[in-house]
């Protein structure tokens, strides 16, 4: 299986900030980009520690982003490659652009808790 980032198929998109989103077997492979500033503590909440439960291996093409864990914080800058560990929420701190590969049956349990929290923040706009 191969495929372009355009080819892939948009599961979020809000200004410059994208998920393009497929399962290949039995990982997701997502293309993704996010805006300077974006925290994604309020995506989890109600999740563990208010954070993402799935591993994440990615590459980082653009950007910087921090990582933050329950006991310390990491930094990923662009030309990196990564492994997040679950317990993680991510600051990016710089324009980003990743490609990431995480195991299908956690992504979409921990993607289902995202879009009710997201849906949640967005009654009230």
């Known amino acids: ?3 372009k980032r355009e080819d892939i198929p948009v599961m979020f998109e809000a200004g410059s900030t994208y998920s393009r989103d497929i399962e290949w077997g039995d990982m997701n492979v997502a293309f993704e980009a996010s805006q300077a500033g974006l ?3 309020p995506f989890f909440k109600g999740l563990p520690n208010d ?17 933050k864990y329950i006991d310390h914080e990491e930094v990923i800058s662009a030309g990196e490659a990564y ?19 995480s ?3 956690e ?3 921990t993607m289902e808790a995202a879009e009710r929290n997201m849906a949640e923040m ?4």
């Not at 990615?58 to 910087?64: A, P, Q, R, T």
């Open 83 to 101: 492994y997040l560990p679950p317990g993680h929420n991510v600051v990016t701190e710089e324009d980003a652009e990743i490609v990431e590969f």
């Open 39 to 41: 925290d994604t503590t």
């Open 51 to 67: 954070a993402c439960q799935c591993p994440h291996w990615g590459y980082l093409f653009k950007g910087k982003m921090r990582i």
């Open 122 to 125: 967005n009654k009230g706009q």
């Open 1 to 3: 299986m191969h495929g």
């Open 107 to 109: 992504y979409q349990k």
């Open 103 to 105: 195991p299908k049956g």
